[in-house]
């Protein structure tokens, strides 16, 4: 298994609250992904990072910014929690995709937004 | 962009028979990877076979093969010999070869298998 962890595995929060999800890898990949679970939607990407410093968003980020100051973790920052971002949050992890066509992904965290 | 459509929430199938998940998706691209992912209860996203859209042979991974049809856009996992720890919500995926190839998945399948 591709050394993955995301803390915390879960969490409950107030609206308007900030939050941040903290994704760890000890694969030293270079791009790394969050998304985003929910019924009916399958997963769905909220940003994504192809180096230190280095990102840009998905299709979901609005309320969502991240950041990656090292290779091995990348941040997921609520800044001001509602309702509509309760949900199971996924981080994956890539090698460069010319050389693999498979993103190993996390164990999820599920954050209640109250 | 592209889309990726499963149109079966939720399937069963006997212990030890054959079952097929259905997947299509559009895209314009001709070069692309296509996924099926399996998700148990415990929510850790399992890859179970891929396939290279330049590659006409279908994929196989011991009892699951695929059916995919170029042409018709249709990416359809068979799984053979059910067993009761097959029984998860089954995602269909695709990945672009372009910018950061991230990817794009259907809404999900869930497999109930009855002993």
């Known amino acids: 298994d591709a050394g993955i962890t995301q803390s915390p595995r879960h969490k409950v929060t107030e609206t308007g609250t900030p939050v941040t999800l903290r994704c760890h890898q000890t694969?030293?990949?270079?791009?790394m992904y969050w998304y985003r679970q929910d019924p009916g939607h399958g997963l769905r990407l909220i940003h994504y990072s192809y180096g230190v410093k280095d990102t840009d968003k998905g299709e979901v980020s609005d309320g969502y910014s991240v950041s990656r100051s090292k290779t091995e973790d990348f941040l997921l920052t609520l800044e001001s929690a509602t309702s509509s971002q309760t949900s199971v949050y996924f981080c994956a992890i890539s090698e460069e995709p010319v050389l693999t066509d498979t993103q190993y992904f996390g164990p999820g965290t599920r954050l209640t937004v109250l | 962009a592209q889309t990726v459509t499963q149109s079966q929430p939720e399937m069963s199938v006997q212990e030890a028979e054959t079952v097929t998940l259905s997947c299509t998706y559009d895209?314009?691209?001709?070069?692309?990877?296509l996924f099926w992912y399996k998700q148990p209860p415990s929510r850790q996203m399992i890859l179970v076979i891929r396939q290279e859209a330049y590659k006409q042979q279908n994929a196989t991974e011991n009892r699951f093969s695929v059916n995919f049809q170029k042409a018709a856009k249709s990416f359809s996992l068979k799984i053979s010999d059910s067993q009761l720890g097959d029984a998860a919500m089954y995602f269909c995926a695709y990945r672009s070869l372009q910018g950061a190839q991230k990817l794009v998945f259907g809404q999900g399948t869930r497999l109930t298998i009855n002993p």
């Open positions: 895209t314009s691209e001709s070069d692309y990877y």
């Open positions: 694969e030293n990949h270079r791009y």
